[in-house]
């Protein structure tokens, strides 16, 4: 029966993105009783999940994207010899159990998982194009919640906003009062989570001089740049 393992040999080389998403999420979070559209309390339970990930997982991303229920991953190496199967199985699951414990949801809670080839020009690119969509997941989520706060159905409300632009929800909301563009950046932007460079001062009892040697860190970054801009291209350089 071996041989029908059809997928087992389905390999991907280095490097490569993995981004998994939660699945059904908003029935999952329903009952915890979140804040509408956005709750500090779950996008740190992202984060810090990310961090458990990086610390305990035996896995080593380059760094980690975040906004809502999607987390994007950077690898230059790829553990299981690149076994798509593998990749595609330890970590959604992975990050499914370290969301649990630092949510601690009421029911079980999930998330799929691709994996995407990338080479090195791709790869800023790609993470512009998941912040162009964590600000249209940030207005939409206000203009939808707006709408039902005034007492609006949830499928009048979709179908009002469903072939509307960014501007135009923007225009919606600023007429209530909303000013989207000010609500908290890592509503808009995403937060990043990677590891970082320090320099730390010891003693050499042999030589009786002190040292400094250089460490990582595992941190979150809440106020991170546009992708696009010329501060967002400086900052993925060295990021990257």
């Not at 041989?3 to 993995?18: K, N």
């Not at 500090?40 to 380059?62: C, N, T």
């Not at 199967?85 to 998982?113: G, M, N, R």
Request: aromatic share 12%.
């Amino acid at each position: 029966m071996k041989r029908r393992e059809i997928y087992s040999d389905l390999h991907c080389i280095p490097p490569v993105i993995v981004r998994v998403d939660g699945r059904s999420f908003k029935n999952a979070l329903s009952r915890i009783g979140l804040e509408k559209p956005y709750d500090k309390r779950f996008a740190s339970a992202m984060a810090d999940a990310i961090e458990i990930f990086f610390r305990k997982s035996g896995l080593s991303p380059v760094f980690a994207y975040t906004f809502s229920d999607e987390i994007s991953f950077l690898f230059r190496d790829i553990s299981f010899e690149g076994r798509i199967e593998k990749i595609d199985s330890v970590i959604p699951s992975y990050i499914s159990s370290a969301l649990t414990l630092t949510l601690k949801p009421s029911e079980p809670i999930s998330f799929d998982s691709r994996v995407i080839p990338v080479n090195d020009n791709d790869i800023a690119g790609y993470l512009a194009w998941r912040q162009d969509e964590a600000w249209r997941n940030c207005i939409n989520s206000y203009a939808y919640y707006t709408l039902l706060s005034e007492g609006m159905e949830e499928k009048d409300a979709a179908a009002i906003l469903k072939n509307k632009g960014a501007s135009e929800m923007h225009e919606l909301l600023f007429q209530r009062g909303i000013n989207v563009s000010r609500v908290p950046k890592w509503q808009r932007r995403g937060i990043m989570v990677m590891r970082k460079e320090y320099h730390a001062k010891g003693y050499n009892p042999h030589l009786e001089e002190e040292t400094v040697s250089v460490r990582k860190k595992v941190v979150q970054d809440w106020d991170i740049p546009l992708f696009k801009s010329p501060q967002g291209e400086d900052f993925l350089k060295k990021t990257l």
